[in-house]
């Protein structure tokens, strides 16, 4: 008869533990790498392994160290490739720890957040990344408090000692607006985002630009796009309809900037020889618009790595190395941008 498990099917750690000669005990310590073991003990144990063809039940292995080794990202939705960065970073550094992910899609409903992280908590998941949660503060520092480690990434949710780690947007919004103005343009127009505090800062940061050059732009160059294809096609339209004549626009997203470029073709105008546009993202698709777009990179797979290694941190039972963590922008000059036309 065949030694595995006396043909009971899977075997046990009571068969790896038979087979050794040893308590079940050491053979979890031998699997676990916790604990002292003779080097023999743990030659012994590994043979009998590799002899029975045994893995650990990750079932039981959970009840046991209290970990599903599973994390979950929520996210607003699925439709913006800035996202698919994000999840790409969050995934290498989840499976290089042993760890899988789940990803839950809000679409901006906060009773529908609210569910998903009663469901997540109460399946005893890891721990929570969140990006642009609509959820109130108190009810996510709620569920911290209940034992669920939350960590936001990209978007804060105002919930005090949760961690964030997010790109420096008002310094990418500097260098987009700064690098206009160094080529000469005056009248630059912002597409501002929704109403979220990232869509603040970078508002903030086109302004501060301005004002370190003594420039003060007029109210008409100022538009609600809504970090959408769409949103920044409207906005464009209603900053070349509002008499201001932008000769450059810097755009809260590349999504709104390439939503920006369609309608500035479509009024019959150029870019850049009439007007220059600047995105912030840089996605994929940025080098291959037409014409390829100057941008602000921000480092969204790094975004994703540093989120989930501050979140498994946590669930280590280990503090935050920060709660708030900024990584640096870079501008990515290509053909959108040129120097300001002459009057």
Known sequence: MSPKAGGRGRPTIYDVARLAGVSTATV????????????STRLSIEAAVARLGYTPNPIARSLVTRSTQTIALLLPDIGNPFYAALVRGIQEHALLHDHTMLLCTTEGDPEQEERYLSLLHGKQVDGALVDGLVLPPERVAQFVRDGLPIVCL???VGAGAVPLVQVDNRLGARLATEHLLALDHRRI?????????????????????????????????????????????????????????????????????????????????????????????????????????T????????????????????????????????LQPELVVRSSTAVAPRP
Not at 28 to 39: C, E, H, P, V, Y
Not at 217 to 244: D, I, N, Y
Not at 300 to 311: D, K, N, S, V
């Open 28 to 39: 979890s310590r031998a699997l676990n790498g916790s604990g002292q073991i003779a080097q």
């Open 154 to 156: 990209d978007r804060d």
């Open 189 to 293: 127009a912002h597409i501002s985002g929704a109403e979220l505090a990232i869509a603040a800062e970078r508002e903030a940061g086109w302004l501060e630009a301005h004002t370190s050059r003594s420039v003060r732009p007029s109210p008409r160059l100022l538009a609600r796009g809504g970090f959408s294809e769409a949103g920044g096609f409207a906005a464009a339209q209603q900053l070349l309809a509002a008499g201001g004549e932008p000769t450059a626009i810097f755009a809260a997203n590349d999504l709104s900037a390439l939503g920006a470029i369609s309608a500035i073709v479509q009024s019959g105008l150029r870019v850049p020889e009439d007007i220059s546009v600047v995105g912030f993202d840089d996605l994929a698709l940025a080098a291959y618009a037409t014409p390829p777009l």
């Open 295 to 326: 941008t602000i990179r921000q480092p969204a797979a790094e975004i994703g790595r540093r989120a989930t290694q501050i979140l498994l941190e946590l669930v280590a039972g280990r503090e935050a190395p920060a709660v708030r963590t900024l």
